[in-house]
């Protein structure tokens, strides 16, 4: 049974650094053609890919983001990591991690509620 | 602006069949059989319904099906019930640079 779960802060001020975790179970993400990443949603609005890990630690961005995105993997713990700099209130968004798998988002976690306001 | 066009709204009453159309280009949806369809009820983390164009996974029904013709993608809905009222967001892989592009979603309605 695959899960995954979103954790970081739910407030950041501009300009802030925003830092948040995903913590899986129910696979590995030392599995050939297994991937995790991060889509987000702003409140009323649609979904948005922005980035990707891969088994091999294959990194794929979003090209609008890339410049301020970073995704890292900790195979041993299950947990990925997405850093986005120089937060902005556009920036309020559920996040949501995802497991990949040969090019389809199948399983996502439950989200997390990010709003930058100072 | 999505990448994927979607129309904003659909309906159809009890029972009838309602189909949701996904445009892209040929750099997405028209170059690659991985589309994929989402649901999202309110205030839930989106589901996946159809993947790879047409397929299902286990546990969503058979009244969701999904096909591809040119650079548009489509999900069709049939027999129409009350829980299906939901929005609809197509997504394909567009290659190692995009990777991956969102419609922007469709609000199905169930009158």
């Known amino acids: 049974q695959i899960t995954l779960k979103e954790s970081g802060p739910t407030l950041v001020e501009p300009t802030q650094t925003l830092t948040l975790t995903c913590t899986f179970s129910g696979f590995s993400l030392s599995t050939t053609a297994v991937g995790v990443g991060w889509i987000r949603q702003p409140p009323g609005k649609a979904l948005e890919w922005l980035a990707l890990i891969y088994w091999n630690d294959d990194k794929r961005y979003s090209p609008s983001l890339k410049s301020r995105l970073t995704i890292t993997k900790d195979t041993s713990k299950n947990q990925v990591v997405l850093t986005m700099t120089n937060m902005d209130p556009v920036d309020t968004a559920t996040y949501y991690c995802?497991?990949?798998?040969?090019?389809?988002?199948?399983?996502w976690g439950q989200g997390t509620l990010v709003t930058v306001s100072s | 602006q999505s990448a994927l066009t979607q129309p904003p709204s659909a309906s159809g009453s009890p029972g009838q069949s309602v189909t949701i159309s996904c445009t892209g280009t040929?750099?997405?949806?028209?170059?690659?059989?991985?589309v994929s369809w989402y649901q999202q009820h309110p205030g839930k983390g989106p589901k996946l319904m159809i993947y790879?164009?047409?397929k299902r996974p286990s546990g969503v029904p058979d009244r969701f099906s999904g096909s591809k013709s040119g650079n548009t993608a489509s999900l069709t809905v049939s027999g129409l019930q009350a829980e299906d009222e939901a929005d609809y967001y197509c997504s394909s892989y567009a290659g190692s640079n995009n990777h991956v592009v969102f419609g922007g979603g469709t609000k199905l309605t169930v009158l």
């Open positions: 790879e164009v047409s």
């Open positions: 995802v497991h990949r798998h040969t090019h389809t988002n199948d399983f």
């Open positions: 040929s750099s997405d949806v028209g170059g690659y059989d991985y």
